[in-house]
């Protein structure tokens, strides 16, 4: 069913979009003297991802009612992401902002999220979607720190299963928005034990089992009980990927990195839309890992993300990915 679903190509996604503001290449906060601008937040960027691979994709959120909230429907509609379920909201309620630097070595990024627009998307805003629109619904973790959004996505989760779609949640673990870390490993548990994929890193896979070395272990609980597919990402060392049939590693694409900022939301898109065009998983989940090593090589996230023309130019120049290692 999964898969099937993925094969859709129009997915409804949850959680937030941003702006972002970013630093030239090689360039620290500090020197610059002028930066970037560009749609960020995880939902937004994923939306876009998928837009630019072809697919289609309507986001879901609250955005600030003035100029910056703007900004970011007018970039959503600038990538092809359906804006229909995109809400301004007044008062004191501000779109999140990142400030981050193009550079690896040192990386710093601010997120500013006092006050986050996007919180306050409610169970009204995910009752007016008509799921039976959409092939699978697709959030990221910060969706759920704060209230209203975690009660509204909570119910969203409920209306998309009502109306037979996936549930496709990325882990997504950000600490500066949560209250508390044992707050965050009890909700981010009960989200994913609701959905048929997850997608996350070692880290965030061990932060729910409450130990690093238990992480693998969860993961692959998860598809014992609950998931369809599950993804072990590993940065360098590639990801693993668990289903019902068995595991199996992919490696990455090797790239000169600029920022580690957007690769996960990239790898989602690159992903779904693989999927969705017919292509074997385990190629898929490559092809996944390729579009994560153009936007890190790149300044910005969404503005980063690769076209189709230009992830076919990556893999025919790239002299192809690291090899996956037989034994974990």
Not at 115 to 125: K, N
Not at 174 to 193: G, H, I, N
Request: proline residues 4%; aromatic residues 8%.
């Amino acid at each position: 069913m999964l898969l099937e679903a993925i094969a859709r190509n129009n997915f409804v996604v949850v959680g937030r979009a941003g702006i972002d503001f970013f630093t030239d290449a090689g360039v620290r906060a500090e020197d610059a003297e002028r930066l970037g601008v560009g749609l960020g937040g995880s939902a937004a960027n994923i939306g876009a991802g998928i837009c630019k691979l072809g697919g289609k994709a309507a986001l879901v959120t609250r955005v600030s009612d003035d100029s910056v909230g703007s900004y970011c429907i007018g970039q959503l509609k600038h990538y092809g992401v359906d804006t229909e379920h995109v809400t301004p909201v007044g008062g004191e309620y501000r779109n999140s902002l990142a400030f981050y630097e193009s550079v690896v070595e040192g990386h710093r990024n601010v997120i500013y999220r006092n006050g986050a627009a996007d919180f306050q998307m409610d169970e009204h805003d995910v009752a007016r979607v008509d799921y039976g629109k959409y092939g699978a619904l697709i959030t990221a973790g910060t969706v759920f720190a704060a209230e209203p959004s975690r009660t509204a996505t909570f119910k969203a989760f409920d209306l998309a299963k009502a109306a037979n779609l996936p549930l496709i949640f990325d882990v997504d673990y950000r600490p500066y928005s949560w209250p508390s870390a044992e707050v965050a490993a009890d909700v981010l548990s009960r989200a994913a034990a609701l959905c048929d994929m997850i997608v996350g890193n070692d880290e965030e896979f061990g932060f729910m089992a409450g130990d690093y070395d238990k992480g693998l272990e969860k993961a692959r609980e998860l598809v014992r009980t609950t998931a369809e597919l599950v993804i072990y990402k590993m940065g360098e060392a590639g990801a693993i990927t668990i289903t019902r049939d068995g595991e199996f590693r992919t490696g990455i694409y090797p790239v000169e990195a600029l920022k580690p900022n957007g690769a996960g939301d990239s790898f989602m898109s690159g992903l779904m839309t693989s999927i969705a065009d017919g292509i074997e998983l385990k190629e898929a989940i490559l092809r996944g890992s390729a579009c994560a090593s153009i936007v890190v090589a790149k300044p910005g996230c969404a503005p980063a993300m690769p076209n189709k023309a230009e992830l076919e130019a990556f893999l025919a120049s790239h002299p192809g990915p690291t090899q996956e290692h037989r034994t974990f």
